[in-house]
């Protein structure tokens, strides 16, 4: 018998020929200058494919919706060219080859399609650049970096509060750059142009004001930003804010303490009166797993058959490392309070802990968590994710290998070698959480 199918994510279908396209209804307000009621692009011939295809095709109709909010002339012709007339035709345009290669279709849809968006007001530079095919890229600038950093994030579904957060870190970052290295680093500075000194002065800067680690977050923002348009965009230069040295900066083992045998007896009691809580403080007790991996399972992520949960990116959250995505063996009482939370008419895409699958629900679970925590642990170095530090020790303590225990902790690996193979077998990783249970 065949395999069901599975649900088709939001924008996509099968067709009759069993490929898989996705479609997605152009805007009213945007029809003036996109000459279609519905754009389409193939995905792939399976499943698989339509998912793996599905990410950058998906940014790539969210830039193109964004057109009249891009920056600069090129990009708008560019964006509208795309829209209109289809990739071949902006790929022709980037490369200079209009007009030169006879291989190549007239240069007549162009001209055509500027005279349709002259008539529905699209501005003159604008028109001109689509009408002589000129769409040549700004230059990447730290503000063009941070302009297409915040858009993707915006395109991916980052959470609105998450994307105010970063928009106000980008705000004070800029504030210090040009405190620090003048006003037109920020807005004409180009990438390839920006040396580590540069960066290393903008570090001492922020010293002035900030602690140590604060300064390794702030330059970690500008670093993944940089790296992320290097790879989208192409780029061949390096990364300026990579491996910036911050002294003072680093994790100690005083920084959290694990919650204390002691602390854990007088803790249980506190969250039995609300099953919600207690299924999440034990689950984090016995997994070590992230509060935000615990908080996003989904029904189809608990696994009654091996009595195990799967950690995966799901419409709840994303992962913190690639790392991240494991299956957790659950303890006895673990799986009891899960399973419990299950009712027949679920499905696997439902939130196990509903309360908390919205905007901030990671920040309001530990809220929830915290206001029992604090009753009766109140040294300030002991939190909830003093539950992770707690099993990281356990495990230490009952031999089990470091390599095994990052695996069941979701901890990035040291060496390209450990990155190989479909990782540690479910019960090897039972055998060594039930000797710390």
Not at 148 to 154: P, R, V
Not at 211 to 224: D, E, M, Q
Request: aromatic fraction near 6%; proline fraction near 6%.
């Amino acid at each position: 018998m065949d395999d069901p199918m599975p649900k088709l994510p939001h924008y996509v279908f099968r067709r009759a020929n069993g490929t898989y396209r996705y479609k997605r209804d152009v805007p009213k307000d945007l029809r003036k200058y996109i000459r279609k009621k519905t754009l389409y692009r193939q995905l792939g011939a399976s499943y698989d494919e339509a998912l793996a295809a599905l990410p950058r095709v998906h940014r790539e109709i969210e830039a193109i919706f964004q057109v009249e909010r891009l920056t600069s002339p090129g990009e708008r012709a560019s964006a509208l060219i795309q829209a209109n007339l289809g990739d071949v035709w902006v790929e022709a345009a980037e490369r200079g080859k209009v007009g030169q290669d006879p291989k190549m279709l007239p240069i007549d849809p162009y001209a055509d399609l500027a005279d349709e968006l002259e008539d529905a007001n699209v501005p003159a530079e604008v028109v001109d650049r689509v009408r002589f095919a000129n769409v040549s890229k700004p230059e990447m600038t730290l503000e063009r970096v941070f302009h297409l950093y915040l858009q993707d994030k915006a395109q991916s579904g980052t959470e609105a509060t998450k994307q105010h957060s970063l928009e106000q870190r980008i705000t004070r970052l800029r504030q210090d750059v040009t405190a620090c290295l003048g006003a037109t680093f920020w807005q004409y500075r180009e990438l390839p142009e920006i040396r580590r000194r540069d960066v290393n002065t903008l570090r001492d800067h922020l010293l002035t004001r900030l602690a140590p680690n604060s300064v390794i977050r702030t330059l970690n923002i500008a670093k993944a930003a940089v790296n992320h348009v290097i790879r989208e965009e192409e780029l061949d230069c390096r990364n300026p804010f990579a491996a910036i040295k911050v002294e003072g900066s680093g994790a100690s083992k005083t920084d959290r303490l694990p919650l204390s045998e002691e602390d854990m007896q007088v803790l249980l009691p506190a969250y039995e009166s609300n099953a919600e809580a207690l299924t999440l403080f034990v689950t984090l007790a016995d997994t070590g797993a992230r509060l935000a991996e615990i908080v996003g399972l989904e029904v189809g992520d608990l696994a009654e058959d091996s009595q195990s949960i799967h950690i995966r990116p799901n419409s709840h959250r994303g992962l913190k490392t690639r790392n991240s995505a494991r299956h957790i063996p659950l303890s006895p009482r673990a799986f009891t309070l899960l399973r419990d939370r299950l009712s027949p008419d679920h499905t696997d895409t439902d939130p196990l802990f509903p309360n908390y699958a919205g905007p901030r629900g990671n920040d309001k679970a530990s809220a929830m968590l915290m206001k029992r925590l604090r009753r009766h642990v109140i040294d300030p170095k002991k939190t909830i994710h003093s539950l992770r530090h707690r099993m990281k020790d356990r495990l230490r303590n009952t031999d089990c290998p470091e390599a095994l225990s990052l695996a069941i902790l979701g901890h990035s690996q040291n060496t390209i070698a450990d990155n190989y193979g479909a990782g540690y077998a479910l019960e090897k990783m039972r055998q060594a959480l039930q000797r710390a249970w």
